[in-house]
């Protein structure tokens, strides 16, 4: 027997949340559901929670459990309370709780429709069957198997700050059809996800990619959605911003902070972080304004030149 | 020990403290750094952002001239670590990919055959130059100071591709703060994002970000933070009072580079470790430092 401490609140009935011990059977090989439906079944029945499949395929029993987001029906109880010293299960985060570790996910799902979900008609379709090449579904395997658990919103760090920002399943979902040959709405798509709250506002922290029961890469989805924007022309905040970034490096093949900030910011911006700029000034700690280029900048420009090539072949297949 | 140093370009321009520090620091402990002068930049998420395959290749360029030399490498920024340890990472396990990068590479006189790793100065000093051995060389008793780690995210995620610290719990900045006497604080924030990577594009929400580690470092205790990515020293420094503007609250939190705690703790002066370029003032941490017990300090020049 061992202690587990599981969060408890009824937003109808407790001011504020508590946490609950219970000494359970912690033998190896027993998951924290386990656990919890010990509890259920036989000491505490009003205990909520979600579960379902008991399998890691349905999603439905994604909690926080000593500083991880994850399914509890696939987390192992033993090894954690060895690793921590205690076992402490939490709903999941970013998301408002309905009662102990049941969390109200229609923000969850909002961003999901918000990004449409489904095949968009507007491509010329085959007569029979659409058969798409292997290498071009391969493509979507980084997002495709995504079973809307929750993990990844619940650890966004960027969702935490900004409740407007689509989230890591969403764009994860979102990629799954821009990048989808036979999606008639790819131009569109990539125009709306380039908007405020979409893929620019990802601070690329990883946790999605980390947290994942299932090994999707929302992260990297994102960044494919970003070269993606880019290469089709269109711009935002943040695609200029990566544009600028890039255009130093071809010029000196390393990073010039200060063309960066004034190309992406521009005089508004720069006149919004007044400021920050102010101290920079005062603690000299203004960067270089002009970079001088390493030695190997005809190497960069060799490499820039073969990259673009075996692109443009890329693009005429 | 000796290293390819790869110094990142912000920790050689508007953060050149970093830089300055980390040689300060690698002379003494033994680190001989030979600095990747013609290395270009990791690309930092925003050139993979336009032209993946073009980040890819240039990081190669970059394993490369590491390998020529037959040295791994050594990063002092959490972005740089990741983003040349992922190159190096799909380089190695996918070796169509290496073959064709080899095709390019070699049209620049080069080729990478996969056999450098690459380190963060956090992993060197803990793992290799050792925490016995920091301690030996403390000469500055920094038990007043409570101190919060800052990891920067893509130093400890993904756990798998790094695989030094447990990214539910990261321990190293930890450990060492321990060994140079200080005192670490426990804050689960110091796991999080500083939110720079979005200041450009989204500053309100990054700054909400920002001011919510910070503060939740300091509601823990912490007198001073350490980071080991000199991108999140910007957030949480050059920012802080933008940060503070979102939180409608002073912070006031010195924020030093890891190489500059370790240097204080060695007796090195601040003002060689070039605090005074920090915009967030440092003096609260000068003044907590008071001479070990039985040592003669300042050793290592004023």
Known sequence: ???????????????????????????????????????????????????????????????????RTGLSCSMQAKPLLDRDGYLVVEPMKNMPVLKDLVVDMDG????????????QAGRDVPKGAYVVPKAKMDLLKIAQDCIMCGSCLSECT????NPDYLGPAALAKAYRFAADERDGATMGRLMAYSEANGIWDCDTCLYCNEVCPIH?????????????AIEAGIESQGSKHAIAFYDTILKSGKLNEFTTANKSLGIRGMLRTSDVATKVILRWKIPEVRKKPIEGMKDVEKLAKLVERKRRRRTQR | MKYAYFPGCVGQDSCNELDASTKLISDELGIELVELEDATCCGAGFVQDVNYDLALALNARTLALAERQHLDILTVCSTCQFNLDRANRELTEDSKKLAEV????????LRYNGTVKIKHLLWVLVDEVGLAELQSRVKVDLSNLNVASFYGCQLIRPGTLHGYDDPDRPQYFERLIEALGGKPVDYDERKKCCGFPITFVNEDASMRMNAKNMLAAK????????????????????????????????????????????????????????????????????????????????????
Request: proline share 6%; net charge neutral.
């Open chain 2, 219 to 302: 509601e823990k205790g912490a007198d001073v933070m350490a980071t080991s990515c000199p991108l999140c020293h910007i957030n949480l420094d050059m920012y802080q009072g933008k940060a503070e503007k979102a939180a409608g609250q002073r912070i006031e939190l010195p924020i030093l580079h890891l190489p500059q705690l370790v240097g204080l703790a060695m007796g090195i002066s601040p003002e060689r470790l070039r605090m005074k370029r920090h915009i967030v003032s440092t003096k609260s941490v000068a003044r907590a430092l008071k001479p070990k017990e039985g040592t003669v300090v300042p050793a290592i020049g004023t």
């Open chain 1, 1 to 67: 027997m061992a202690t587990i401490k599981v969060y408890r609140f009824d937003p109808e009935q407790d001011e504020k949340p508590r946490y609950e011990e219970f000494d359970v059977d912690m033998s190896p090989g027993r998951t924290v559901l386990n656990l919890l439906h010990d509890i259920h079944y036989n000491e505490d029945p009003t205990l909520s929670f979600r579960r379902s499949c008991q399998s890691a395929i349905c999603g439905s029993c994604a909690m926080h459990v000593n500083g």
């Open chain 1, 158 to 161: 960027s969702r935490e700050a």
């Open chain 1, 216 to 228: 999707v890469k929302p992260m990297d989805a994102i960044m494919r959605m970003r070269e993606m």
């Open chain 2, 102 to 109: 080899n095709k390019m590479l070699a049209e620049v006189g």
């Open chain 1, 108 to 119: 969850f799902w909002d961003s999901v429709h918000e990004v449409d979900p489904f095949l």
